[in-house]
């Protein structure tokens, strides 16, 4: 599958990766630690509101915090255990804020309860449903706004859509976790591409990744090749 080769532009810095420390080695999970602290504001927007109270036993997945707002999001426990203090804690945050905290001490055996994978096939659903499973994921970007995505896919009927850009460019040295994902995940990737384009009603996405990830490159193609999705296209 050829790509489509994006035309250069004057200027700019040219940056050492230095990428090669992360990405000789595979994605790995993190043991579970002893004891976690959940900020209520891991988003753009109010902090979530507390939706657990101390001695209450959650799961991994537990709502533990309720979205305030348009621009907050739904906050989930990250480990199974007991509620054991709830309390505000300085969080990262520029300007060294501080934010309400969930801690939860972690129990012996760690169980999953909260499962957010569609019961059935995403084209069968209604692209709203589906906008709102994510709003229920609290899931948001990354890429520092933390602007909730169900916003962002809160397109208007009037704003003519017609390109869907995934943007598999990082963005600074160091930072790997994209390419990673790409390298060993390709297919829930452009699984994760393809439902956006139901839940957007649009038919065209272009994603983007730098020429000199060779080894993303490859799987991505590779995924492509055998979804052989003609709404599909990568831009080195």
Request: proline share 5%.
């Amino acid at each position: 599958m050829d790509a489509l080769t994006l035309h250069n532009f004057p200027g700019g810095l040219k940056l050492r990766s230095n990428k090669h420390q992360q990405t000789s080695l595979p994605i790995s999970v993190l043991p579970t630690p002893s004891k976690v602290w959940i900020p209520m504001l891991q988003h753009r927007g109010l902090p979530a509101k507390v939706a657990v109270e101390i001695g209450q036993t959650v799961s991994t997945g537990t709502l533990v915090g309720i979205a305030d707002g348009a621009f907050s999001a739904n906050v989930h426990a990250s480990i199974t255990g007991v509620v054991s203090d709830i309390s505000p804690r300085v969080v990262a945050h520029r300007s060294g804020l501080s934010t309400p905290c969930v801690e939860i001490s972690a129990a012996a055996s760690q169980v999953i309860t909260t499962d957010f994978k569609l019961a059935h096939d995403y084209q069968l659903e209604d692209p709203n449903l589906l906008r709102k499973r994510v709003a229920d994921a609290g899931i948001v970007g990354l890429g520092g706004a933390s602007f909730p995505t169900a916003l962002k896919l809160a397109a208007e009927a009037d704003q003519a859509l017609h390109t869907l850009v995934i943007n598999g460019a990082e963005c600074a040295p160091y930072i790997s976790c994209d390419e990673m994902v790409m390298r060993e995940q390709a297919g829930s990737v452009l699984q994760g591409v393809r439902i956006l384009l139901h839940i957007l009603q649009i038919n065209q996405c272009r994603i983007a990744l730098e020429e000199d990830k060779l080894t993303a490159i490859e799987a991505v193609t590779a995924d492509m090749s055998e979804l052989a999705d003609h709404r599909l296209e990568l831009c080195l």
